[in-house]
Every structure is written in C-alpha cells, then in structure tokens.
C-alpha cells in the first residue's frame, strides 16, 4: 500500500539552528510529494512540492526539501530557524493519479523553536 | 485563505441529527475538496469535486455525502451525525497542476 510516514511526533529546534522534519514515503512509480505547514486555529498552506527534475526543492518562507530516491525520504529542511516556525508540517501525496484527485496526508510532525 | 469561507465554523449538534456544512470559493476553481482532521490521523479525503455535479468519493466516505450545484459551492452532508464523526473539517480547492488552498475549517461535534 503507498503512504507516507513522518516518524517523529515532534521536533524540538534552537531558534538559528537549522531544522529537519522527516517524511519517508512508500509510493510506486514516480512520486509527488508535497509539504504543508498548518499554524495554530489555522487551514493548511502550501510549503512545496516534488514532481520531477531537481532533487532540491525550494519552497515559501526560506523552506527547502530534499528528495532521496535510494532512501526514499522527502525531509524538510532550512537552514536557520525563525520562532515563527513554529507549526504542525503534513507531508503529502496524491490520493490516486497525479494529485488532482486528493492528498492523502502524513500523521505530521510538529515543530517547537526553542529561544 | 485565497478566497475559501467555510460556514459554520463551530457547530455542536445531537448523534441522528443531519448537518449541512458550506463551503464557498472566489477562485472560480474546478476542483473542490472535503477533509478530516483527527488526531494521530492527518489530514483524510472525504469527497472530491471537478466540476459542478462532479463528484467522487475519497478515503473515508462512509456516512457523508456532498453536492455541488454551482462552482464555487461544495456542500458536505451527515445524514445522520454519529460521535464518530466529530472532527475538524477543511475545505480546499485547487486549478490542477496547482496546489490546493486550504479554508479556515469547522470544528463539529456529536453528542
């Protein structure tokens, strides 16, 4: 069965630090994978997606992600995190077909920037 | 929230009751979602529209039903709301190959 998987319930990062949030992924073929950021009382935005093309994914707000096919892991990265960081973050992919149809989600992970 | 509103935002309601929840768009976008939030469960696809009377189901239809008369109207239906079913419920739309946006959300609950 194809998913996604963040296995950490929560990241706990030192503002300026660079942060990681994992998502591995379980899905055939080539994969779209996407990541969202959900802040407190809020919808979900979207961070970035991997269709094709580059392993290196720049996205908003300083947020970029690696895609490892040998590894099969989508990790979200930035190099220096802000308080404003502070979220829960879903990776995503499509339900059926190329995304059009439905995301289906990761548990999601949430981040803690510590002063 | 790019032109999304979900109405209501807060309901409380009684297990066999039905509820209608809205949701409206400025986008003029051809498709139209349904999500769950739960805890430990992400985010889960209920129905989906691309186009008005469009439908199909998602991951975890059971128990709902939607209706799109118009494009920028998607209605969610519980004909008969069971504690199972409290949740958090998003609305999103999207113009494929781009991204979906994401409404405020409305918290129901079953009692």
């Known amino acids: 069965a194809q998913s996604v998987a963040q296995p950490e319930d929560q990241v706990n990062v030192a503002e300026g630090n660079p942060l990681t949030v994992k998502c591995t992924y379980s899905?055939?073929?080539?994969?779209?994978l996407f990541w969202y950021v959900q802040y407190p009382n809020r919808g979900l935005q979207f961070l970035l997606k991997?269709?094709?093309?580059?392993?290196l994914v720049k996205g908003s707000y300083g947020f970029e992600a690696e895609f490892n096919k040998s590894q099969t892991s989508f990790h979200l990265k930035k190099p220096s995190a802000l308080a404003s960081d502070s979220a829960l973050y879903f990776c995503?992919?499509?339900?059926?077909?190329?995304?059009?149809?439905?995301?289906?989600f990761g548990k999601g992970t949430h981040l803690i920037i510590q002063p | 929230d790019a032109g999304i509103t979900q109405s209501p935002r807060h309901k409380v309601t009684e297990t066999g009751t039905p509820v209608t929840l809205r949701c409206h768009q400025t986008?003029?976008?051809?498709?139209m979602y349904w999500y769950r939030q739960d805890p430990g469960h992400g985010l889960r696809l209920i129905h989906y529209?691309?186009?008005?009377?469009?439908?199909d189901k998602g991951e975890v239809s059971d128990g709902y039903s939607v209706s799109r008369s118009k494009t920028e109207d998607f209605l969610l239906t519980l004909e008969s709301a069971t504690s199972s079913q409290t949740s958090v419920y998003f609305c999103?739309?999207?113009?494929?190959?781009?991204?979906?946006?994401f409404g405020p959300g409305t918290r129901l609950t079953v009692l």
């Open positions: 999103a739309i999207s113009e494929p190959p781009n991204e979906q946006f």
């Open positions: 899905v055939s073929g080539n994969p779209y």
């Open positions: 991997y269709i094709t093309g580059d392993n």
């Open positions: 995503a992919y499509p339900w059926s077909g190329g995304g059009a149809d439905g995301l289906t």
């Open positions: 986008e003029n976008h051809r498709y």
């Open positions: 529209s691309y186009g008005v009377k469009d439908t």
